[in-house]
């Protein structure tokens, strides 16, 4: 069972987070406008297998507050770096999912001395210039997360947006955090070119093979970037949703890798 506990990083950053376990050994980014909450599953399985966690709400998200005017990646990179001082003491695994996958990133660029290794959801965010989404996605996108519209018409958003066809997107219809479109815009601020390699440490690309907000050609592309830094696993059947879509197979994938890099590299 998470903790919802708050940490003050300073400069006006107040960050809530769920902390599950005693010893947190790993960090999770959420989702744009997204919460903690969506890693609880995650969490409670990486518990289990000894791996305590603490889920970050970004900024505007949760009752997390700070300055979001001019915010930028390495801003956020420096949250998450606060957090993992805090809570780690020491270099962490960081999860990151979709939009969160990118701060990842950035953190590991920006503040690698936080880094362990990185575990990549749904990896677009760099590549928007070059694999923009569709304008039937886009055009979905928006309904999402209307609270004006009903729920049936936005299921059918959420299906077209986050869930492969097929896939029960009503587990998305709540969770909503309007304030964290700050967040999304730092992207628009911060060079992609600085970060998109996530720095040195070791990557996990998570691919979803019917992700249309961040295709598979994202993930295989970054992952030949990366080279021997990466490891590259495809989950079939799933979209950019990914966690509430296959929690057995993040959940298994995501712990094998971690147990990987700490043979490698030596646990802590």
């Not at 990083?9 to 919460?35: D, F, Q, W, Y």
């Not at 080279?227 to 929690?247: N, S, T």
Request: hydrophobic share 45%; with cysteine.
């Amino acid at each position: 069972m998470a903790t919802i506990e708050r940490v003050d990083l300073g400069a006006g950053v107040e960050l809530t987070v769920a902390v599950t376990g005693e010893r947190p050994r790993a960090v999770l980014l959420p989702s744009a406008n997204r919460s903690a909450a969506d890693f609880d599953d995650l969490a409670r399985a990486l518990a289990a297998a000894g791996y305590d966690s603490v889920a970050v709400n970004p900024r505007g998200v949760a009752g997390s507050v700070g300055p979001t005017d001019d915010l930028t990646m390495e801003d956020l990179a420096g949250d998450v770096a606060g957090v993992v001082a805090h809570f780690v003491g020491g270099p962490a695994h960081v999860v990151g999912h979709a939009l969160g996958n990118t701060i990842a990133r950035a953190t590991a660029t920006y503040r690698p001395e936080a880094v362990r290794s990185l575990v990549l959801l749904a990896c677009g965010g760099h590549d928007l210039g070059r694999h923009p989404p569709g304008p039937d996605v886009m055009a979905a996108f928006g309904r999402c997360h209307d609270e004006a519209l009903d729920a049936a018409e936005r299921l059918v958003a959420l299906g077209v947006v986050f869930f492969a066809e097929g896939n029960d997107p009503s587990p998305w219809l709540e969770g909503w955090w309007p304030g964290g479109q700050a967040i999304s815009a730092a992207l628009g601020r911060s060079d992609w070119r600085e970060w998109w390699r996530g720095g040195g440490a070791p990557v996990l690309v998570f691919q979803p093979t019917e992700d249309v907000m961040a295709p598979v050609s994202v993930g295989r592309e970054l992952a030949a970037e990366l080279a021997q830094r990466a490891r590259y696993v495809e989950v079939p059947h799933c979209g950019h949703a990914i966690l509430p879509e296959r929690p057995d197979v993040v959940e298994r994938v995501v712990l094998s890798f971690f147990e990987e890099i700490d043979r490698t590299l030596g646990a802590r």
